[in-house]
């Protein structure tokens, strides 16, 4: 079973910046596709950023504030978010999928993160 652990939320002031991380309990080379997505208070779940190793993409909302990252050694995907709106106020989730017959999808349980105006 994949466990996929998430920390550094937290709450920051607008302007701020915070990084989280995604842990895996095996390798990153195991999965398709790794992202994050987040969900606010009484909306749905929406993609922030995906990776496929090779090439990413981003949310439009984020795009140059974010950036999506993964260090294979460390079986460790991060999400580093810069200048941090009220909007982007969230649990953020960590996912990881393998594509194909037999295909898995896997989550982390989130991490709240709350900016302040």
């Known amino acids: 079973q994949v466990q996929l652990v998430e920390s550094g939320g937290g709450l920051v002031q607008a302007g701020g910046s915070l990084r989280l991380s995604c842990a895996a309990s095996?390798?990153?080379?195991?999965?398709?596709?790794m992202g994050w997505y987040r969900q606010a208070p009484k909306k749905q779940r929406e993609l922030v950023a995906i990776?496929?190793?090779?090439?990413?993409n981003y949310a439009d909302s984020v795009k140059g504030r974010f950036t999506i990252s993964r260090d294979n050694a460390k079986n460790t995907m991060y999400l580093q978010m810069n200048t941090l709106k009220p909007e982007d106020t969230a649990v953020y989730y960590c996912?990881?999928?393998?594509?194909?017959?037999?295909?898995?999808?896997?989550w982390g349980q989130g991490t709240q993160v709350t900016v302040s105006s």
């Open positions: 996912n990881a999928r393998i594509i194909g017959i037999g295909g898995k999808n896997y």
């Open positions: 990776t496929s190793g090779t090439s990413t």
């Open positions: 095996r390798s990153l080379f195991s999965f398709n596709i």
